[in-house]
């Protein structure tokens, strides 16, 4: 348990920063009962809410009217005894609380992510459902929402869970082949474990086998707009984005740098980039330029491949990402060609909604997830150690029982470090470090 480790009290406020109607002050610790005797109120029953008038310890001034609510150990967000006070917004009444606080011996205002912390130090969250907190305080859609809450509500680690103690059960067993060598332990156990490995392993490789939509749900489903120059490149990113982003010019090769707008396409997060013009560069600048563009594009999860509708010659689509591109012909109020499938104007608005229709069954296709998939770089590593291990014990076909037990032992550490109930100090920082304070 965290308390026994720490003896530090820690507070903050764990609403959003500036003036507001209502603001809440957290107090979390093994001194934050203490609260009730500081400003001269009673504490409520555990998990129910008071009126109260906070008096000032120093000189009995009235601070202020709040809602007072007590949590007990082990029973809050955090496993500690945690008081929240809520509170009017305004600077004077939060700058007053926190300044009694600071006099206290052994308070301390919480450090980023330092309530998240003690949650998982005291088992109340994993690492999985911590970075899925993370993700819920950050969603900006509805799918993301939706994917993180799933998280944070234990979805992954269910299953993570799942296996490792399936596996687990399946080390002690082989392990006990080993250690009781002289029992009549029949032959079969051995071979009837390695089964059971091979379904762990089909059901991993499957989770694994996942285009990273989970991945890209959360970081965002990234769609360029390229073509040759002047073909509307950053008109487009504009009228999307509702405002003026890129440098419209005639003048070919303006854009000599990657451009971003953030959208949300169906409760789907996007990030659309303008990029340059893809032609034989004039000058050092411009190459740079579109060298970065040719980066962009390959690594891109859509490519709008914009054509110039009001001249004969276009550049066509390259052949290495044609599978990943959407041809669009711009320009369509001074076109010269007909019967194209999607032909657009951003100066007369023509043809965009089709576009943005089209541009949405793509993202949905590529970020909807069904079930629990990998959020994360990190799960996804750890997942991969995990196969690998268990890989090399299915082609054991001589099933050498110490190289099984060793194998397994290092697969089962590998997806304990995703929920992180071994080997995790090295991972806390980077967990944590990104939180905001009051969470």
Known sequence: MYNNINSKTIYALSSAPGK?????????????????????????????????????????????????????????????????LSIHGGKAIKDMIFSILAGEENFSYAEPGEFTRRAFLNGKLDLVEVEGLADLINAETEFQRKQAFDQMEGKLSNLYTKWKGQLVKNLSYLEATIDFVEEEISPEVAVSQVTDIKVVLSELD???????????????????????????????????????????????????????????????????????????????????????????????????????????????????????????????????????????????????????DIIGQFVEKGCRTEGSFITRSRHRDALEKTKNHLSIIVKNDLLDIEVVVEELRSAVNSLARI?????????????FKDFCIGK
């Open 20 to 84: 507001s109607g209502i603001a809440v002050i957290r107090v979390s610790g093994p001194e934050a009962k203490k609260i009730g005797n500081l400003f001269n109120i009673d504490l409520p029953d555990p998990k129910k809410v008071q009126i109260a008038k906070l008096v000032h310890p120093h000189n009995g001034d009235f601070i202020d009217k709040a809602l007072v609510t007590f949590f007990k150990s082990p029973n809050s967000f955090t496993g500690e005894n945690m008081v929240e």
């Open 206 to 356: 499957a989770h694994l086998n996942d285009s990273n939509k989970g991945e890209r749900l959360r970081d965002g489903f990234h769609i360029i707009i390229a073509g040759s120059p002047n073909t509307g490149k950053s008109s487009l990113l504009n009228h999307l984005s509702n405002r003026d982003i890129a440098i419209v010019s005639d003048e070919a090769g303006t854009t000599r740098d990657s451009l971003d707008a953030y959208l949300d396409i169906n409760g789907f997060p996007v990030i659309i980039t303008d990029t340059a013009g893809i032609r034989k560069a004039k000058t050092e600048l411009e190459n740079i330029g579109i060298k970065k563009s040719q980066t962009k594009i390959n690594e891109a999860d859509l490519v709008l491949w914009l054509m110039d509708s009001s001249i004969n010659k276009n550049d066509g689509i390259p052949h290495n990402i044609k599978d990943k591109s959407i041809e669009v012909w711009t320009k369509s109020d001074i076109s010269i060609h007909k019967n194209k499938d999607i032909i657009i104007s951003t100066k007369e608005d023509q043809g965009i909604t089709q576009l943005i």
């Open 419 to 431: 929920t992180g109930h071994i080997d995790v100090e090295d991972l806390l920082e980077v967990i």
